[in-house]
C-alpha cells in the first residue's frame, strides 16, 4: 500500500525538536527549519498549542491567507496514521510513533486483559465504569511523556496544559491564561497546552459548520492576541488531524459479519481492526468486500507491517496483536461504528487529506511573522 505519512516529517517530529532543543535525545528526526528557529530565538519559553482537529485544509476553508494563522504557517505537515487524538497527541507528547507507544486509536485491543479498551476513558469499550484491570497497567502501557522528561533531567521546567493533565483549565480563555502566568516563572521551560475544539464541534455540526467556522476564527484571533502577551517565547501551532464529513454504516445492521469476530471491532471507525474467528478469513473478506469494497480498502495485517504505516521504530509489544488480522481504511467519506447512537457527522482515523495534514505554525515574541520555507 502507499504510505503518505512522511515519518521524518510528522507530528512526532515536533515533539522530538523540543526534546533536541532541551537536550533530551530523540527518538526521531527533527524538524530542521523548528531546529534552527529555536536555536536562533533561544527562547525561554517554548509553548506546543494543539488544537484539536484543527488541520490545514480546514484553515484554508475557513480562514484567509492574510489571517495571523495563516500567515504565520511555516508549512504542512502529516500527522501520524491513523489521524487521530489518540494516536497523534500521544505521539507529539512522547515523541514516538504509534508502533511504539501502542495508543493506536479510540478502542484498542489490550492482550494482558483481553478487551477492548477505550484509551483515553479508562473503560471497556460499550461500558461506562472504569476498568481496574486496564488502569493498573497504564504505567507498564503508557510511554514516558517529554514534560516528565524534562522535568527528571532537572535542568529545566515543564508543564502540561490540559484538563487531562498537570495544569488544568475550564474555559479556552483561561487555558489562554495558563500559558502566560507560566511563561512569567523563571528559568527555560517548555509548556504543552491541549483545547479540545474543534474537533469536538466538528463531531457534532461538521468541519463546515457555522459554529466549526465560528470556534475556529475565534481561535485564530485569540492566538494572536496570546503571541502578544508573551514575552521570550516561541509559540507552536498545530493540530493532531484534520476531519472529513461522514455517512455511517452501522455494524449491527451486519450481524453475519460480526459473528465472525473474536472480539469487538477495535482502534477507529474509518481505520478499523478486524480479529477473525479461526477458519473464517475466506468467509470474512468475502462478507467484508460485498458489503463495504466500494467504501473500504482491505488489508491483511502482514500487508500493513510491511508498509511501516504506522510508522519506524521498536514494535510495542502488544502491537501485532492490537492491529489484529485485517485493517480497513477509509479513504472517501464512509465510517463504520456499531450503532445508531454512535453515529456523529464528522469523523477522522481515513486516509484523506482533510484528515491526515497539519500545520505547521510558529510565531516568536518578538516579531509576529516568522521566515516561511522558501521565502
Not at 530542521?32 to 490545514?56: A, K
Not at 460485498?290 to 508498509?307: C, N, Q, T, V
Amino acid at each position: 500500500m502507499l504510505v503518505k505519512n512522511d515519518y521524518r516529517q510528522c507530528i512526532t517530529s515536533i515533539g522530538c525538536s523540543v526534546q533536541r532543543y532541551f537536550g533530551l535525545q530523540p527518538a526521531h528526526e527533527t524538524l530542521n527549519d523548528l531546529d534552527e528557529l529555536l536555536e536562533r530565538e533561544q527562547p525561554e519559553n517554548v509553548i506546543v498549542l494543539l488544537y484539536d482537529g484543527m488541520g490545514s485544509r480546514i484553515l484554508d476553508r475557513h480562514l484567509s491567507p492574510d489571517s495571523f494563522l495563516q500567515r504565520n504557517r511555516l508549512r504542512e505537515l502529516a500527522t501520524v496514521f491513523p489521524a487521530t487524538t489518540t494516536a497523534a497527541t500521544t505521539s507529539v507528547i512522547c515523541g514516538l510513533n504509534p508502533v511504539e507507544h501502542g495508543f493506536l486509536g479510540w478502542d484498542c485491543y489490550v492482550p494482558p486483559i483481553d478487551k477492548v479498551i477505550t484509551l483515553f476513558r479508562n473503560r471497556e469499550k460499550g461500558h461506562q465504569e472504569i476498568c481496574q484491570p486496564f488502569v493498573d497497567l497504564l504505567d507498564q502501557f503508557q510511554p514516558k511523556r517529554i514534560i516528565d522528561q524534562i522535568n527528571e533531567a532537572g535542568k529545566y521546567q515543564a508543564y502540561g496544559v490540559s484538563p487531562f493533565m498537570e495544569v488544568p483549565y475550564e474555559s479556552y480563555d483561561e487555558m489562554l491564561d495558563k500559558i502566560v502566568e507560566l511563561t512569567r516563572k523563571p528559568g527555560r521551560k517548555y509548556i504543552y497546552a491541549y483545547d479540545t475544539q474543534p474537533d469536538s464541534a466538528m463531531h457534532h455540526y461538521g468541519p463546515d459548520s457555522p459554529e466549526v467556522v465560528a470556534l475556529i476564527e475565534e481561535r485564530n484571533r485569540k492566538s494572536e492576541i496570546l503571541a502578544s502577551r508573551l514575552k521570550d517565547a516561541v509559540l507552536i501551532i498545530t493540530a493532531d488531524h484534520g476531519h472529513m464529513a461522514v455517512d455511517n454504516y452501522l455494524l449491527e445492521d451486519y450481524p453475519q459479519l460480526l459473528d465472525l469476530l473474536e472480539r469487538p471491532v477495535s482502534i477507529e471507525p474509518r481505520a478499523a481492526s478486524f480479529k477473525v474467528r479461526k477458519g473464517k478469513k475466506r468467509e470474512f473478506e468475502r462478507l467484508f468486500k460485498a458489503i463495504f469494497k466500494d467504501d473500504f480498502r482491505l488489508y491483511k495485517a502482514d500487508e500493513i507491517i510491511r508498509s511501516g504505516l504506522f510508522g519506524p521504530g521498536r514494535e510495542h509489544p502488544w502491537f501485532r496483536q492490537q492491529l489484529g488480522d485485517y485493517l480497513a481504511i477509509s479513504y472517501g467519506n464512509k465510517a463504520m461504528v456499531q450503532s445508531e447512537n454512535e453515529a456523529i457527522a464528522s469523523q477522522h482515523a481515513g486516509y484523506s487529506d482533510d484528515e491526515i495534514y497539519i500545520p505547521l505554525i510558529a510565531v516568536c515574541s518578538d516579531c509576529q511573522n516568522v521566515q516561511k520555507e522558501g521565502n
